[in-house]
């Protein structure tokens, strides 16, 4: 069935609003991908494998291009996240395995993550890492729990420019950027087993099942926060608008998001591989390193950069889980609105928080933990977007607003990638 072509011509608060007014879910989630523990993989990439790895952050941009988009058109259209359009249409069993999964999944990477900016904050200013873990998940909760979604959103949107520490991180270091260009578009791959392990670390980085239900979910928050917005299946005269400013968000979203990955991994390349430095475990390491090579300013920058993006990536974790958990079990949900009218909602979010915080006060390896979260990760990645890509098509879901031919493609592709980046990671890990 091909998608209707609603006629809408935009009004007049549509053509006021900037390029900036008209970004939101798609770029807060792309920026969320480079989060902490996202850092520490494209740092160790990007040192231990030098320019041969730099490739990845272009593969994998149409691959997320396509897979967000239709995560965030799921929401739009149909008015429901992720979780929710699975309760109605597939097995119980597979909605909470899915759902038990990404808890876990999220709350060791909120672990993680915490644990970076710590470390990070350590770093630039002395004092307890531990105290510092304990004050930003406490801060993260705040806001999430008291902050109006009106006010809160916006202030996800700031948080984004915390990335850009990394864009200038190359202004303040050398850069060939003609062997850059060079081993970027004609990379020496290899098929040894350290490298496949990077790739798959890269792209299971990168594409993960978090983003797909925070997109589809702030879609439906950012319909039911503006007024006379409804979701398209009942609006379908406001699709042309609303589709595309997904289009738009997204596109920038994810090239924000890999963009900066390219960013940390070529400042990887070129500060901690070519002077010999190849063995990096967690960003704050990777920050510490760069002080004797690239200088003290691009120290801060790097170090300054984990502990923005912490902040950003923290709530977005926690909300993802959140929202997966309370659409399962038809609760209230929503940063619209107040703890008493979501209380099982915002539990989940402390909860998850909490444990988050409290794991980085036990004697779990962190980097065991962010690799299990990894694994973790990767294996529900696939089922989810195998998933995605059949509500995509169902017209008692999408009504007639079901996914383009081209996005079908794109949308099957990155599904495959991911398929074979798990089996590569299973296939590695056996060896």
């Not at 996800?156 to 260009?181: D, M, N, Q, R, S």
């Not at 993802?320 to 609760?331: G, I, L, T």
């Amino acid at each position: 069935m091909k998608p209707v072509k609603a006629i809408r011509l935009l009004g007049k608060d549509d053509c006021k609003k900037s390029l900036w007014g008209r970004l939101g879910p798609g770029l807060i989630t792309g920026a969320a991908d480079d989060d902490p523990s996202g850092i520490a993989t494209y740092s160790q990439v990007g040192a231990g494998f030098g320019y041969g790895i730099l490739w990845t952050a272009f593969f994998t941009f149409p691959l997320m291009v396509g897979i967000q988009t239709i995560s965030a058109r799921i929401g739009r259209v149909s008015g429901k996240g992720l979780a929710a359009n699975i309760r109605r249409h597939y097995p119980a069993w597979l909605l909470y395995g899915i759902v038990l999964l990404l808890l876990v999944a999220n709350t060791i990477n909120i672990a993680a993550d915490i644990g970076a900016m710590g470390a990070a904050l350590q770093l630039l200013i002395g004092g307890s890492a531990h105290w510092y873990a304990i004050a930003f998940g406490t801060i993260s909760v705040l806001l999430q729990v008291f902050l109006p979604f009106a006010r809160y959103a916006p202030l996800l949107k700031v948080l984004t420019l915390a990335l850009l520490a990394y864009v200038a991180t190359l202004f303040v270091v050398k850069i060939p950027w003609g062997e850059v260009i060079y081993q970027t578009l004609l990379p020496s791959l290899s098929l040894q087993a350290d490298y496949v392990i990077a790739v798959v670390a890269v792209f299971g980085t990168t594409i993960s099942p978090y983003l797909f239900f925070w997109q589809a979910s702030q879609e439906v928050e950012e319909q039911r926060a503006a007024p006379g917005e409804k979701p398209l299946t009942k609006a379908p005269q406001q699709a042309k608008a609303q589709l595309q400013r997904i289009k738009v968000d997204t596109y920038i979203g994810m090239g924000f998001s890999n963009f900066i990955a390219f960013c940390i991994m070529l400042t990887a390349v070129v500060t901690l591989h070519l002077h010999g430095t190849t063995d990096i475990q967690t960003s704050a390491q990777a920050a510490q390193a760069l002080r004797p090579l690239a200088g003290e300013f691009a120290f801060v920058l790097f170090s300054a950069g984990i502990v923005g993006t912490g902040l950003l990536a923290v709530p977005v974790l926690a909300g993802s889980a959140a929202y997966a958990v309370a659409e399962s079990f038809k609760w209230r949900m929503g940063l619209g609105l107040g703890l008493l009218q979501a209380r099982g909602f915002y539990a989940i979010v402390i909860i998850a928080t909490a444990l988050g915080v409290a794991l980085n006060f036990s004697h779990i390896d962190p980097i065991k933990a962010l690799f299990w979260s990894a694994v973790l990760n990767g294996v529900i990645a696939v089922p989810i977007m195998v998933v995605m890509m059949l509500m995509a098509r169902r017209a008692d879901i999408m009504g007639p607003f079901v996914i383009s031919r081209r996005l079908v493609v794109l949308g099957w592709l990155a599904t495959l990638t991911m398929a074979l980046v798990v089996i590569a990671m299973f296939a590695t890990w056996k060896s």
